[in-house]
Structure formats: C-alpha cells, structure tokens
C-alpha cells in the first residue's frame, strides 16, 4: 500500500477500469467494482454499503461495466457514494456551509479540483421562531418543536441547494458531500439533537464530536450516500465555526502567538500559536453588529459603513454599502447602519468633541443635531430628506449607552484572555478579525472608542468569513478535516461567568477610550 499524500482529497471520483465477467472471471458484480477501486487505490480498503449493492450490479450492467465512482475515506478507509455510467462525465461536487443563527452562507465546490464555484447566503428562517438563540432553544423543547426548527433549516437549505445546482447544471446526484461549521446550538438544531442542556447548568450539549453522516439521515436533497461533516464543538459557547475559523486563520501552525476574534451574535475569541490555544466566549457581538441602535442593521446595501466628521466644522460625510457593479446614479439613500458604520461613528462624535468620555453627548458641539424624543436625546445622523426610509436615521443616548457597553466588554473579554495567559497586547503577532464584522471595520475607528487594543494598524487583518472558509478547506482536503478535530483537543476554554477579574475590567473599560488612557496612547482625548 502506497504512503497517502499529505492533504489527499478525502472525498474523489475514480475510473476503475473494469472488464466485464466472463467463464474464466465470473467475479461477483460487487466484488469486481471493489477489486477495481482497491486496484485505483493501490490496495486500500474499500467498502460498499448494503444498500448499494442493487444499484451497483444494475448499474454495470447497463453501462457494460464502463463505470466511474465517487467515494470517500473515513478512518483509513474508503467507501462507496455512488456508481455513475463514466460515459455521463458527472462532475462531483460539495457544498460548505456557514451555519449561522442570522445568515446561513452556502458555497459550491467542484470536489475534482477544489474550486468553489459559487456562493449564496440567506436569512436563517428559524428567526421566524426567535431571533436569539435561547428563544430557539425554549421552542426546541417543547412538543414537536426541535423537529419543526429542523426541518426550517432543512428544507430551506434544500432549496438553496437545488437553485445553486441548478445554475451549474449540477444534479443532487452530483453533490456528494457537505461540510457544517456552526455553533453548538445551530449544529444541534441542523441535526435534530435536543440542545436543552446547551443553556442549563451544567451546560452540556448532547455531543461535541460528530462523524460523518450519510445525508439521507438528515432529509438533505444531495446523495444520499454523500458524507455530511460536521464542525465538532468545545463546549456550549465554542462551537465549530470558531473551530473552522482557527483552521482557515492559520494561527494553530504559527510560531509566533496571535489572535482571532469573530463578532456574531457572541464576541468569541482565541488566542495561541501551534503549541496551544485558549478561547473564550462573551455577550458582546449584537450590539458590534448594529443591534443595538434603533438604525442599526445587518451589513447590507444601502446600509452606512463609514462615517466622517469634520473636526471644524463638524459635517457628516456618509459612506455606504453599495450594490455589486451599482452605477453612481444608482446609488441608494441610507436605511440604517451596520455595526462597522457604527463603531466609524462614535468614533468619529469622540473625536470631534461632540461626546464625552463616558459617552454622553455634547448639546453645545452638536448643536441642532440633537433633538428629543420621549424624555431620549436623539442626534440626527441623517435628516429625513437623506434617508432612504422618508425618516431621520438617529442615535440615542440609549443607542451609545449599548455601545459603550458592548465595546467595553469586547475590550474586557481580550484583556482577560491576554492577563490569563500572561502575555501583553504588544507581543501579539497578528490580531485577526473575522465575520461580517471584520470586513468592514476600520481598526482605527475600534482603537479611538477603547474597543481593541491600541497596536500598529498592520497588526490588524481582516479575514471574511472564516467558518465558511474553514468548512470549505475540511471539505476538500483530509489533513484540514482531521486539523479541525486535533484543533478542537488542543483548546483550552476559559469560563468568564465565573471570572471576577472580568467584571473588574469592565467597569474600568465603560469610558472612552478607557479610564487609562495611558492604554491609548495613539488616541487625542478632549479634556
């Protein structure tokens, strides 16, 4: 038996060759195909499942054994998906997916050369039950309502599917594997396990490591046969799409330690080289997404990601989201902001003098800008002659209030980690932000308002959507499917709940930038 390549594609089509049976060869139909791939495979094992058996033999027969097959390996084995007439010429493909509680993002992968092909994301239509996830979880609970969360996602992704197959002319016969990244809740749901103790003392999910699952058990229209893996989790609050995400960050090879942080609807962070990890997970992603203003929204277009004040004259020029290859004369008015956009804002309002350190406004520097509703100061960030809804964008002292909480407990949640370990911000090599978020956020905009540590905006790099990107990788290729497994064992998770230092910090973290701002040294505070 030859020495398997390092990175092998786990999931392949091969060309057995066969011959058909004769007097002098009258090997059994089943046999003759395993003899033939085993041959391809230079004598590795090769299974094929009872229920194939039927379609195996009817299938040489009417391709006068001319046949190609699509297979793949688990624990150093190899087993039949499917049996196709090589005169079809199937093409075989995958679909990764980022599962998540607001945005589910499935991309296409031709598995023969490991490009993907195409992207499309959606809605998660479990939001229709509740838009958090404790509200998922209650419903699960209750008589038939796991099974109805499960088949949302199912039958929405099936859809998906199909309509991305459909535009590369690829049947479900033809997507033979899937790779789920996910957090512990979502991945529950997606595979019907009851996610009751994931929020409950001691907050155990039902499992952390899953193997692979032909899709038929989980009423995926793709193959049948077609292997589904599924990101494993740390525990409740880590789950496999931070998993995924360390694997396409890189930072469990390097040498040197950095860090990686992906806003969803947690903060979750890690943070370690290739000799170990911690992680962690707190309550501070909706409000960095934009949940936290009334105006505030998922990234999208029409949607302010970049705000500018003129420190003089204290005008706004807003930046927006626009849609792919949009004319200028196509150009949206503003509907609301993202978490980006946000954090550019009361960045922006610090510097300008037109809000304190402890986030309040300033009446005189904003001038007619601020109004009042319901006993509330409001600043007017776009009147309703410039807004794309017919009404005033605003934020509130409540809005800012939320702010200057979420930024003070990611800043909380990365101080703690980098006390834990015992290592300053200042020896950190790379501090890679992931998600949505990541994309769009300007590092020094985070920096002013006391968000993230001040380090050299090069220490900053953004990375897309590592789940999505990390589910992908494991799905193409054997060293980063079994790196998502060996990742998660080499995971050291650091409860904040019962962290007292935690709550110390953050009280210390509730200002602009900081009640240090020794800590900032690159931020110009207005006495």
Known sequence: MREKEKNYPWIRKVSPGLTPPSLRDNTADVDRLIKGIKKELNGEEVHVDFSLTGKVSASLKQSGYDVSASIYEEHGDWRLIDIYDAQDNERICGVAIDLGST??????????????????????????????ILTRIHFATRGEGLLHLQRML?????????AL??????????????????????????????PYGICREPYIP????????????????????????????VGSYFGGDLIAGILASGIHRQDEVSFLVDVGTNAEVVVGNKEWLMACAGAAGPALEGGVADMGMMAAPGVIDRVVIDPVTREFTIGMIQDAGAHP?????????????????VAQLFSAGMIDLRGRFVEEACGNRIVEENGIQQLVVVPPKDSGTGRALTLSQTDLDGLIRSKAAMYTILTTVASTVNIPFAEIGKFYVAGTFGSYIDPRSAITIGMIPDLPLETYVSLGNTSLEGASMALVGSEAREALFRIRDQITYLELNVNQEFMNLFSAAKFIPHTDTSLFPTVAVRE
């Open 103 to 132: 945005t589910v993002v499935l991309r296409l992968i031709d598995l023969e050369t490991g490009v993907a092909m195409d992207e499309t994301s959606f809605h998660n239509p479990q939001i229709e039950i509740g838009a958090d």
């Open 206 to 233: 039902v499992v952390n490591r899953i193997g692979l699952i032909p899709s038929r058990e989980l009423g995926l229209d793709i193959n049948p046969g077609a292997p589904v893996l599924v990101s494993p989790n």
């Open 329 to 345: 004369a196509q150009v949206k008015r503003p509907v609301g902001i993202c978490g980006s956009g946000l954090i550019d804002l």
């Open 165 to 194: 197959g459909r535009k590369h002319l690829v049947g479900p016969s033809g997507i033979v594997g899937m790779s789920v990244a996910g957090n512990t809740t979502m991945t529950h749901l997606f595979l019907g396990l009851n």
């Open 154 to 162: 199912i039958e929405r992704l099936n859809k998906e599917i199909a």
